[in-house]
Each structure stands twice: as C-alpha cells, then as structure tokens.
C-alpha cells in the first residue's frame, strides 16, 4: 500500500506505566474511511491505544501519523492532534453542569472559535443525525445511558475529526440501549468515517468492521478481515479469548 | 454611605418608637421585664452603630480570601513545580499561625515600615490567612471533579486553561459553595480579633461598653446576639444561593435547613 493512502499510522509506538508495557512495538496503518475493531481481553492496552492516539497518553518510543498531523514524545502541540481525533467514552463524561447544546457548542465555540449561531446550527443538526433533536434543552443527568452516548458522539463530531476513536462506547450501558448506539456507529462508518473501535460487541465487529485486531499483553497478535479473526483465528490465543466472549 | 446612614438612622428611630410603644404597654404589668428590656435595647442601639465597621472587615476580608484562595487552589494543582511550591509555601505557612499573631503582625510588625490604617492592616490580616483555607477548599473542589471530565474536555481540544474555566471550575463552584459559606461565617466571626488592635468594631465597641456601664452580662448577650443574627441571616443567604446554581439532577440539590 501507498504511503499517501495511510491516514492514521503507528510506528513501533510504546507506552508504559511504571515497569508495566502497555503498548509494546505496535505498528498499524489504517487507511482513510476504514473501520477497525480492536478487541482483546482486559490490560491488553486496547484503551491505552486509543488513548495515544488522542494524546491522553506520552508515547515513551515510536511515533504516530494522524493524516499529515506526526505525534512523538517531541510533539508539543497536542491541541492540534486533539482536535482532528474525536473520542468516546465509556463513561460518556457529559459535562453535567451544561445543557445538551452548551455540550456541544462548548468546545466549537472556544476552540473552533465558531459563533453561537454557526455553533447551535451545527449542534442541532448532529442532534437531529443522532436521533435527539428533542433533547436539546435536557441537562445530561435527565438522559438514559444511550442518550448521554449519543449526545457524546455528537460533541466529538461537532469538532468535524477526521478520525473517531470509540473506547468501549456500549460497556457501560443496559443491553437495550446498546442497539441506538451502535446504530449511530454504523450510520458514521457508512458515511466514510475513518474509526477505530475498541468493542466487546462481536456483531458489530462481524457486521462493520474492515479488519478486527486482536491485542494481548500490548502486542498486535493477529489482524485481518472479521471473518478470518473472528471465524478463523490463526493464534491461539486469540482462539481462546473468543471462545471465552462468543 | 450617607443616603444608606439616613436610611438606617431613620429605621433605628421607628423601631425605637415602637419599642417606647411596647415598654409602656406591658411596663405596668411586667416592670422587671420592662426594665431589662429597655437596658438590652439601649445597648443594642448603641452597639449597632460600630456593626459597619464588622461588615466591612469581613465582606472586604472574604473578598480578599475568595481572590487569593482561587489564585492558589489554582496554583496548587498547577503541573509547574515553582508555582506548586509557592502555593503550598503560602497555605502552609498562613494556615499555621495563629490569626492574632498575623493581626499584629500586620499592624505592629509591618507598622515599622509602613504606616498601614487599622483597617487596612486588619482587613489585610484576616484576607490573606482566610486565603489560605479558602485555596484549600477550592483544591479540594477542583480535584473533586471526576478525571474524565479533564480527559473529556481535553479531547475536545480544549486548552489546560479552557478545561479549568469552563469545565472545571464551574463544577467546583457548586461543590464549595456550602465549604464557601463557612469560611464566611468563620471570617465574620474572626473579624472581632480586628479589636485588639482599637478598631472599633461590635466587640470593641462591646468592651468598651461594658467597662463604662458595667453592665457585662447585657452587654455581652446584645453583642452575641447581633452576631448570630448575621450568621443566620447568612445562612439563608447561601441557602438561598444554592438553590439557584442548583442544575437538574445534578450537584447537592437536596433540601438542606
């Protein structure tokens, strides 16, 4: 593959807590518009990959290419990475003392400096893409675990990101709200989004994904097409932990 | 000052008036009671006239205390060093002396230096060894702020800076709020130390009573009682206040009396 085709790039990139290796040597290209779900048992350094990626963790080795935008331990302008990578939380981390629309007007008003008109416009019309026109007054305390995810996909692509990274999006919520979620999930990866999915949703996985990549121990033990991971596993570790989620 | 000295001169008067009114209703019935009344009004009357002096020492005190509490609750949590360092150079050492001392520091000490007001010397006393409990309170709200909501904020590409003001800060706010209020209560309390320095505030102005009339057990309940009835006024204040930064669901909305 082109270099020019890459959008988001890792490069032996490292990450450590302490003595503990989160992320050891992973190398990963993921083109433009292509969905790719990490999975992997837990302290795997799923989270701590997205959380690189967004700058929220110093990578210790290696480097990282966001479209034109390289991320090294020498990257001081972490705002301008932040700002091309959207994220989801599990925990939604709504900002509870703002309405619905002053969630996502916040940062497109101080950040992308955007007037309060230009801001509401764009709210109302992510709002109306999630599904939430209606609540656009409510404070999030007053909303159900899939409407807070919802309002925070909605504030992530208010900064338009050219990459959206979901950080296990659906593990905090009630099985019947999971559904709305991943359906505004899809709507996005249908749309040309490029994402990067932490997930423990094996159908959405099967259903969305361009490739699935299993990490174990902050290592990239297996990668490809869902229906070689997840159907055809060649590690065997990544057998296993399937066998145990499936 | 003068239009709000009239205002108060002139409802100092009515209430006289109607006490004159009452005494004479029930003076013949309950002579004792009357006679004790009279002398607890006299000296509330005469009292009020040096409550100012307590107010503006406190309000000018808190003020004070709020600016340099925010400053360095901030400056605690600051990632730079230095300015960690200085903060927590500052609450230490303000916090460990005792209130007194730093009165007569600033008054006696600094006196020899620099010619400072009574007030201001008391006024300055009391606002930087209030600050420092007050930059306490504010780190405490600050941290008490879940981490995500930094990683959130941050992730959004706002600015250290920008994340604190909108976000954080905020939130901390409706968390000090009840902390805040104490301060205050203390702050207003601890203004009667301004004393010991001449300024004639309520419990100078006490004192000074006491010793001219010898009535110490009067005087001391009207001084007491004037400065109950402004913590509890205050009380209600805040009450008041909290219920109005109260959001939906969120923060310390229960009723509390």
């Not at chain 1, 050891?24 to 989270?47: R, W």
């Not at chain 1, 090294?72 to 990578?85: A, F, N, S, T």
């Not at chain 1, 996909?153 to 959206?164: F, S, T």
């Not at chain 1, 969305?208 to 070689?228: N, S």
Request: charged share 20%.
């Amino acid at each position: 593959m082109e270099q020019a085709t890459m959008f988001v790039e890792l490069k032996e990139v490292a990450c450590r807590f302490g003595s503990v290796e989160a992320l050891n040597g992973v190398t990963l290209a993921v083109e433009k518009g292509e969905v790719v779900v990490i999975i992997g048992p837990s302290g795997s350094g799923k989270s701590t990959l997205l959380r690189c990626l967004n700058a929220l963790e110093e990578i210790h080795e290696g480097e990282m290419n966001i479209d034109d935008i390289k991320i090294d331990r020498k990257q001081r302008d972490i705002h301008r990475v932040r700002l091309e990578v959207g994220m989801v939380f599990q925990q939604f981390n709504l900002f509870p003392h703002l309405s619905v629309l002053n969630n996502i007007n916040l940062a497109q008003r101080v950040v992308r400096k955007r007037s309060r008109a230009e801001a509401t416009r764009i709210s109302k019309e992510l709002l109306c893409k999630v599904g939430l026109e209606d609540k656009i007054d409510a404070y999030p305390a007053q909303l159900s675990g899939g409407q807070k995810q919802r309002v925070a996909i909605a504030r992530a692509l208010a900064m338009n990101p050219k990459v959206m990274l979901f950080d296990e999006v659906t593990s905090a919520l009630d099985p019947e709200m999971i559904g709305e979620v991943l359906d505004v999930m899809k709507q996005l990866a249908h749309e040309g989004m490029t994402m990067l999915v932490v997930t423990h949703e094996m159908g959405f996985a099967r259903e969305m994904a361009d490739r699935v990549m299993f990490l174990d121990k902050g290592k990239i033990l297996e990668i490809g097409p869902p229906e070689q991971i997840l159907v055809n596993p060649q590690n065997h570790r990544t057998r296993e932990f399937l066998a145990k989620v499936l | 000052m003068t239009e709000w000295g009239i205002t108060l001169n002139l409802s100092i008067l009515t209430s006289q008036v109607v006490l004159v009114i009452i005494y004479h209703k029930i003076g013949t019935s309950m002579p004792w009671l009357c006679e004790q009344l009279k002398i607890l009004s006299t000296i509330f009357f005469y009292l009020i006239q040096a409550v100012h002096w307590t107010i503006a020492i406190s309000v000018l005190a808190y003020l004070i205390a709020l600016f340099l509490g925010l400053v360095f609750g901030v400056a605690r949590i600051c990632s730079n060093r230095a300015i960690q360092w200085i903060a927590g150079a500052y609450i230490n050492v303000l916090r460990g002396i005792p209130l007194l001392v730093l009165i007569f520091f600033f008054y006696f000490g600094l006196g020899k230096f620099i010619n400072l007001d009574r007030f201001v010397a008391g006024v300055l006393a009391v606002g930087v060894c209030y600050g420092a409990y007050m930059a306490e309170i504010f780190r405490s709200g600050i941290e008490a702020i879940d981490y995500g909501q930094h990683e959130a904020a941050m992730s959004l590409g706002m600015t250290r800076w920008q994340t604190l003001r909108h976000i954080i800060l905020p939130q901390s706010f409706r968390i000090v709020v009840p902390p805040c209020a104490n301060e205050f209560i203390a702050c207003l309390k601890d203004s009667s130390l301004v004393s010991i320095i001449g300024l004639r505030e309520l419990t100078r102005a006490g004192r000074e009573h006491a010793s001219e009339t010898f009535l110490d057990f009067h005087t001391w309940v009207v001084v007491g009682a004037i400065y109950l009835v402004m913590t509890l006024s205050l009380t209600r204040l805040v009450h008041y206040l909290e219920k109005r930064a109260a959001v939906h669901g969120y923060g310390a909305s229960h009723d509390v009396r």
